[in-house]
């Protein structure tokens, strides 16, 4: 088409040249009637041929894009089919793991809850047992109530209460001290009918202990609020503890007998330790006649330090009777060393003596030979083994 279309331009040129050329009109007009038949002819035949081949190409073309939608439709469906397979593989691996994730869980919930229900009955068996026992215990609050009550009463009794600190005491001293180290009721004085609660063996000396309980002036602190009466109570047991202290320094503190510079006031109750304790005021005065108060606790710890005690006390006895016994040996052994050396020394004198006799021998065998005029043989030589040197 671009070919004809050049052509009639061209065409176009030429005509117009030539008319420039012809001056003649009538010449003008039959070259231009003829040109315009001329152009008509090829205007027809161009276009046949611009139609023949426009519908040519549009059917290559038409051909063209339908082979090449029916590839791409092709692969289309072959691309659609391959990912519909793999999303169905994949969905079922999906769908499996899924599954299997699920079977798991299912599992362990079920295990879980296997557990917690095991748990839980063996937490309502633990209950019913403390519960049990609670019951156990609340009906046994009225049998102790009683034996408390009945306590109470027998301590009322001075003889009682006294005998319940001396056991409580004689009950410590032979739970931390050996047999030996303690003795109770214990006369200072052979001369006097005094005797201390207990004593305790030291190393050079004796310790007393005395015990003292007055349930009298310890019941009132617990028997009542009213601060009156509280400070009534307390300046009882002040007064009663001030007495006891004095006793017990002027009876029981006496070094001229073998005591120490000090003595124990034990009190059988942690209660009643406080209560003393707590007076600054009658602490300093026990302090300054030199008598401590002491619980069952305080004096079990100071019981295990004099056990302690006791232990390397004996223990450094043991190791000077070693020591003692290690110097005697060695004396003995420095007196063997010299005895030793005076017979090594008569050993090398005799040794000396010996070989000097040897020589001689020789010296008179030599003679005997040459008297004789025998041939001499060869006499073994005498020697002194090294062993008896």
Not at 124 to 150: H, M, P, R
Not at 250 to 257: F, N, V
Not at 330 to 338: I, S, W
Not at 375 to 387: A, D, K
Request: with cysteine.
């Amino acid at each position: 088409m671009d070919f004809w279309i050049s052509i009639l331009v061209l065409g176009c040129g030429i005509l117009f040249l030539v008319l420039g050329f012809l001056k003649q009109k009538s010449l003008q007009k039959q070259i231009g009637v003829l040109f315009l038949e001329k152009m008509a002819l090829l205007q027809s035949d161009i276009k046949e041929t611009l139609t023949q081949r426009l519908s040519t190409s549009f059917l290559e073309t038409q051909e063209r894009l339908e082979r090449s939608l029916a590839q791409n439709r092709l692969e289309l469906q072959n691309g659609l089919l391959k990912t519909t397979q793999a999303l169905e593989i994949k969905f079922q691996s999906l769908e499996n793991q899924v599954g299997l994730k699920l079977e798991n869980i299912g599992k362990k919930v079920e295990t879980k809850l296997e557990e917690n229900l095991k748990e839980g009955f063996k937490h309502f068996e633990k209950v019913q047992f403390y519960l049990k026992e609670a019951e156990l215990k609340l009906a046994s609050l009225n049998t102790v109530g009683q034996s408390i009550s009945d306590l109470n009463n027998l301590l009322k009794l001075p003889h009682l209460r006294g005998g319940f600190g001396e056991a409580a005491l004689e009950r410590l001293l032979s739970d931390f001290l050996p047999m030996g180290s303690f003795e109770l009721q214990y006369a200072l004085d052979p001369n006097e009918l005094e005797r201390v609660d207990a004593i305790v063996r030291l190393a050079t000396q004796i310790l007393p202990i005395d015990s003292k309980f007055p349930r009298d002036q310890v019941l009132p602190l617990f028997e009542t609020d009213d601060p009156a009466l509280l400070e009534n109570a307390r300046k009882a047991l002040s007064d009663f503890v001030k007495i006891q202290s004095r006793s017990i320094a002027k009876k029981y503190i006496r070094p001229d007998l073998g005591t120490t510079d000090m003595a124990l006031l034990f009190l059988p109750s942690e209660t009643l330790y406080f209560e003393v304790i707590r007076n600054g005021k009658l602490f300093e005065e026990m302090c300054k006649l030199n008598v401590y108060p002491v619980s069952p606790n305080t004096l079990a710890m100071g019981l295990r330090s004099v056990s302690i005690a006791q232990d390397y006390y004996t223990m450094s006895k043991g190791v000077e009777k070693t020591i003692e016994d290690l110097n005697k040996t060695r004396r003995h052994f420095e007196h063997f060393e010299k005895r030793f050396e005076e017979v090594g020394k008569g050993l090398k004198r005799a040794q000396d003596a010996f070989e000097t006799a040897h020589v001689h021998l020789g010296h008179y065998e030599s003679s005997i030979y040459r008297l004789t005029g025998e041939e001499r043989t060869e006499s073994p030589e005498l020697s002194i083994p090294e062993g008896n040197a």
